[in-house]
């Protein structure tokens, strides 16, 4: 069975920090790129950085040196770490693994408020 679990988010002051963990099962994760994107009310669904099967990375620009993305193979996991948090990042991020097929997971909800 396919799984992708997201955890970390939660309610956090502008400046805060939060990491976010996303587990995969029931597929090679190893040969999967992995996105993490976010959508908040209203809003497209975006993307906020990727990692490709090779370690390659990419950002938005809004988040460029403040988040960033990694993965360990050896957990099947990817991490998002937040630093500086905006009000405006305040969003549910999703993680999403893709190669032959697509996966993605629940979500879960960051919220950057005082």
């Known amino acids: 069975q396919v799984q992708l679990v997201e955890s970390g988010g939660g309610l956090v002051q502008p400046g805060g920090s939060l990491r976010l963990s996303c587990v995969a099962s029931g597929f090679t994760f190893m040969d999967y790129g992995v996105g993490w994107y976010r959508q908040a009310p209203g809003k497209e669904r975006e993307l906020v950085a990727k990692?490709?099967?090779?370690?390659?990375?990419s950002y938005l620009d809004s988040v460029k040196g403040r988040f960033t993305i990694s993965r360990d193979n050896d957990k099947n996991t990817v991490y998002l770490q937040m630093n500086s948090l905006k009000p405006e990042d305040t969003a549910v991020y999703y993680c999403?693994?893709?190669?032959?097929?697509?996966?993605w997971g629940q979500g879960t909800q960051v919220t950057v408020s005082s």
């Open positions: 999403n693994a893709i190669w032959v097929q697509s996966y």
């Open positions: 990692i490709t099967n090779v370690g390659g990375l």
